[in-house]
């Protein structure tokens, strides 16, 4: 009877431990910016806006941080218009199958971390009805976009940890190049919850003023070049 109540009190004991892992673990890259970009259809009518403001919320649903002007990270979705069949009922009806697919990717690596293809299908009285059904249709919570999260997370993480000393010795690089948007891209990129490699790396930028860093923001490009992800 001891060892019974011993082990069900040691299992008792087990499980806020294992859940506060789980919860911190959530939040270990929960400041590392990613940008969303909205997709190019080319049909009429904005219909990326919703696929924008889905991939968006997936962005924060999985304990990263959506921002606008990240030029690190990026999450960016491909449409593509599969199919289109039109009934011959009154009226008449668009039948549209999209295919989505997302590229979670370092710009300024060009390394693709994470790639996830989905399918959705929409109707409507409009090839721009039915693409938009079919866009709205797609969750924040879907399966297979959590899965690229996972992905990318592990490989951000393993990133950080591992090439810490590259980093860093690539900010430097471009610090005594006066790259200084170039270094701040890098450095505004490292979780601060890898306390080391952040802190180090701050200590690059000692030198530097908070006029020379506002300046070298203003020079950041809105919309950073991800072409290379299509070829």
Not at 7 to 31: C, E, F, G, R
Not at 140 to 145: E, M, N, Q, T, V
Not at 204 to 212: A, H, P
Request: charged letters at 25%; aromatic letters at 6%; proline letters at 4%.
């Amino acid at each position: 009877m001891k060892r019974i109540i011993v082990s069900i009190i040691a299992v008792l004991m087990s499980i806020p431990i294992t859940l506060t892992a789980q919860d911190n673990s959530k939040d270990l890259l929960a400041d590392v910016p990613v940008k969303v970009f909205e997709p190019e259809i080319d049909i009429d009518g904005d219909v990326s806006t919703v696929l924008y403001n889905r991939l968006s919320q997936a962005v924060s649903l999985n304990g990263l941080a959506s921002v606008s002007d990240s030029y690190k990270f990026a999450l960016v979705p491909i449409v593509t218009i599969v199919s289109e069949d039109v009934t011959e009922s009154v009226p008449p009806q668009y039948l549209t199958e999209v295919e989505i697919a997302l590229y979670f990717a370092d710009m300024t690596r060009e390394v693709v971390l994470a790639t996830e293809v989905i399918n959705k299908k929409g109707f409507g009285t409009t090839l721009t009805k039915s693409v938009h059904k079919a866009l709205s249709s797609l969750q924040a919570r879907d399966p297979k976009i959590k899965n690229l999260f996972i992905t990318a997370k592990k490989r951000i993480d393993e990133y950080y940890r591992t090439e810490c000393e590259t980093i860093a010795a690539k900010i430097e690089v471009y610090l005594n190049s006066g790259m200084l948007k170039e270094a701040l891209v890098e450095y505004n990129a490292i979780p601060k919850s890898n306390v080391d490699c952040y802190n180090s790396c701050s200590l690059l930028f000692q030198n530097v003023s908070d006029e020379e860093i506002n300046n070298a923001k203003k020079q950041l490009e809105e919309n950073p070049d991800v072409s290379w992800i299509k070829n």
